[in-house]
């Protein structure tokens, strides 16, 4: 069918044929300092206890403190809200929260104000899988609005069209 070594950029390109959300995954860090980073790889693992897996790339900024925290929030992001997302993937880290509307969690992590839905976790696990780490959180409260979710498809932002 095909060869083993694929490149990334080709693999890249495939797997963006297929549309995800797009959420920002946020802590704080021992200052109390918010810090975040865009996020599309994100599910359900499970709904009793209710799971949730996000994939973080090593080489981002955030990875490291996120994966020693203990908690972390997954803000969804609504279909107004594209420029959180290109903002919390190219702006210098420790920028990414200045001069943006956000509130607190009830374990105090940044949620995204007017997302479409918010969910707070407790880290469960953390794996190690090639360039990424995927994290396990259970899920500890959410939260919600009537709101459109952002999507990311072949590169480009989306929305669903009424």
Avoid at 53 to 79: K, P
């Amino acid at each position: 069918m095909g060869k083993a070594d694929i490149e990334s950029d080709v693999f890249r390109r495939v797997m963006g044929h297929f549309p995800t959300g797009v959420t920002v995954v946020a802590a704080r860090d021992v200052d109390g300092e918010p810090y975040g980073l865009t996020v599309n790889s994100f599910a359900s693992v499970s709904l009793d206890p209710p799971l949730v897996l996000v994939c973080i790339d090593r080489r981002a900024n955030s990875h490291d403190r996120l994966v020693e925290t203990g908690t972390f929030t997954v803000s969804v992001l609504a279909a107004n809200q594209a420029h959180i997302a290109a903002r919390f993937a190219s702006t210098p880290s420790r920028e990414r929260f200045k001069d943006l509307p956000w509130g607190i969690s009830a374990a105090g992590d940044p949620v995204v104000e007017d997302a479409a839905a918010w969910l707070e976790c407790s880290l469960r696990e953390s794996h190690e899988a090639g360039d990424h780490t995927i994290l396990v959180g259970r899920v500890e409260s959410v939260g919600q609005r009537d709101a459109e979710a952002l999507v990311f498809h072949r590169g480009r932002y989306r929305t669903f069209a009424p």
